[in-house]
Nanobody, 126 residues
């Protein structure tokens, strides 16, 4: 398995919290930049958050900054997206993505990523 595998999406209420998981499908996840993206119906895919391999720096889109937290467990080769204070506009399919090895691409640019998961649906009801 080369593609990342996401899990954890479900139907929640406004204001709820939810954590998504992504198994990186790589031996050493800390050598890759990992990102979360989302796509809502009728909208283009957008970056949500990313964690860089180089310094474990984290990056967030303005729409989720302060509400979402990306983290990485190197021992489990897993990346998490903790989402708090969820809003109906957070409803989307969430995709996990993995860069190429030791990529220096911009963490919130989809062109940085070479491997994509199948996505997990998050629905936030009002």
């Amino acid at each position: 398995q080369v593609q990342p595998v996401e899990s954890g999406g479900k139907l929640v209420q406004t204001g709820d919290s939810l954590t998504l998981s992504c198994v990186a499908s790589a031996r050493t996840v800390n050598m890759y930049t990992m990102g979360w993206f989302r796509q809502a119906p009728g909208r283009e895919r957008e970056a949500v958050a990313a964690v860089s391999w180089e310094n474990e720096g984290t990056y967030y889109s303005d729409s989720v900054k302060g509400r979402f937290t990306i983290s990485r467990d190197n021992a489990k080769n897993t990346v998490y997206l903790q989402m708090n204070s969820l809003k109906p506009e957070d409803t989307a399919i969430y995709y996990c993505a993995r860069s190429t090895y030791l990529s220096n691409g911009p963490p919130l640019d989809s062109r940085t990523y070479h491997y994509w998961g199948q996505g997990t649906q998050v629905t936030v009801s009002s």
